[in-house]
């Protein structure tokens, strides 16, 4: 029951993810945008702008966050499905450690593409990641994700595009932003 709550979560949040691209299909800043169980943060990206980083946060849980990522692909691989529900390599500003994020679905699109979107394993104490985040961009002057090789995974048999960076600029505000709606008009953040 539970993998199915995810199933349908994961399915609205893809919903959501495309109806805010056609929504912002000309803006570069960081959007918000709700539903009845999420605050979802997104930002295009820089290589492929229609790649989305986003930040997610459940709405009965306003402290912790979950990112998640797409990555769209033109390469062909029939086995492309077969990725959903993996755990593939990657590396953040090309810094070498042991990463790996889940494929949470696979979309065709287009009839001539896929997207395939990704998650950083567990909930993240949003404090904490948006600094580390915030402070991997101020070091190295971008945020990028990059799929890599390992022995179970050679990322150039899916895509053809293996990187992508996002400018994280007003990521902070945008991020309290998100918090207050999710806290709500009343409620002011746990001490």
């Known amino acids: 029951m539970k993998r199915f709550l995810v199933f349908i979560s994961l399915h609205l949040f893809l919903f959501l993810l495309i109806i805010a691209y056609q929504a912002q299909a000309n803006d570069d800043d960081w959007n918000v945008v709700t539903s009845d169980e999420f605050i979802v943060t997104t930002k295009p990206g ?29 390469k062909e691989n029939e086995n492309i499905k077969n990725l959903q529900n993996k755990l593939i390599p990657i590396k953040i500003n090309g810094h070498e450690e042991d990463l790996e994020v889940e494929v949470i679905m696979v979309q065709p699109m287009f009839g001539y593409m896929n997207l395939v979107l990704m998650q950083a394993p567990g909930l993240k ?18 945020f990028g994700i990059e799929l ?27 991020i309290t932003e998100a918090q207050s709606i999710c806290y709500g008009p ?4 746990p001490s």
């Open 186 to 189: 009343e409620m002011t953040e």
């Open 125 to 142: 104490n949003i404090d904490k990641m948006i600094g580390s985040m915030m402070a991997w961009y101020k070091t190295d002057n971008f």
């Open 46 to 74: 820089e290589v492929i702008w229609g790649d989305k980083l986003s930040l997610v946060i459940r709405k009965n849980d306003c402290a912790r966050m979950n990112i998640v990522f797409s990555f769209s692909t033109k």
């Open 148 to 174: 890599v090789n390992n022995s179970r995974f050679d990322p150039e048999e899916y895509f053809d595009i293996l990187n992508n960076n996002w400018k994280l600029d007003g990521l902070p505000e945008k």
